[in-house]
């Protein structure tokens, strides 16, 4: 499975759009990438995954880029409870979901 | 949709005993479960994977006669410390994959070994 690269954290202010980039240079043709966030001593949350189109849902949207080598998160409308870490993976079909280090948001008031 | 949920959410043993994890997955049949494990400001790390009906396949470094691990219908799987040590207190998490193959996530299980 292809590794990522994602800072390691960022600020957002509260109603405004978060945007978390995700490098994924490596990634092969059959390579989906996923999006999930742990908020402080839960469980990951899945959020959203995509192949080459971009992505929306209610949670967010997903931008891959054409080359597919990069990724952007976007939260719209950033709340306090989307404070969390944010990981970013790309997995093939039947494979492993291996975590990073993911990106700490903190979203402030 | 798509709920996981594992029991208990946290757990305290003596040293030497076995401790059992639950994970379901309560509106999803899931051909195939995961267990991880989290050390305090560390990412998660995949411990094994398991198939329903089949012996899972744990990841390098992992101990299978310490971390038994049985997948006994499309809706359970059951993690079981055997011998619990201090060491072994952690965050143990699993999940569970739908049939389109995304993974939803348990609210983890805490365990502390004293």
């Known amino acids: 499975d292809a590794k990522t690269t994602q800072p390691t954290s960022m600020d957002c202010a509260e109603g405004r759009a978060a945007n978390l980039p995700c490098n994924h240079s490596?990634?092969?043709?059959?390579?989906?990438v996923y999006w999930y966030r742990q908020i402080h001593s839960q469980g990951p949350q899945y959020i959203i995954h995509?192949?080459?189109n971009n992505e929306t849902n209610e949670m967010a949207s997903l931008i891959i880029t054409e080359d597919r080598k990069s990724s952007t998160l976007i939260l719209p409308h950033a709340t306090l409870r989307d404070t969390a870490v944010y990981y970013c993976?790309?997995?093939?079909?039947?494979?492993?979901?291996?975590f990073g280090q993911g990106t700490e948001l903190s979203v402030k008031p | 949709g798509a709920v996981v949920s594992q029991h208990p959410s946290w757990v305290i043993c003596k040293s030497g005993t076995s401790v059992k994890i639950e994970c379901r997955s309560l509106?999803?049949?899931?051909?195939?479960m995961f267990w991880y494990r989290q050390f305090p400001k560390q990412s998660l790390m995949l411990m094994a994977t398991?198939?329903?009906?089949?012996?899972?396949?744990?990841e390098q470094g992992v101990e299978k006669d310490k971390f038994l691990i049985n997948h006994a219908s499309l809706t359970l799987s059951t993690l079981t410390v055997t011998s619990a040590h201090p060491e072994d207190s952690s965050f143990y998490i699993c999940?569970?994959?739908?049939?389109?193959?995304?993974?939803?996530f348990g609210p983890g299980t805490r365990l502390l070994v004293l």
């Open positions: 490596t990634i092969s043709g059959n390579e989906y």
């Open positions: 995509g192949l080459k």
């Open positions: 999940s569970a994959a739908t049939s389109r193959e995304t993974q939803y």
């Open positions: 509106d999803f049949q899931a051909t195939t």
């Open positions: 993976i790309v997995r093939a079909t039947g494979g492993k979901l291996i």
């Open positions: 398991s198939n329903e009906g089949s012996k899972a396949t744990y």
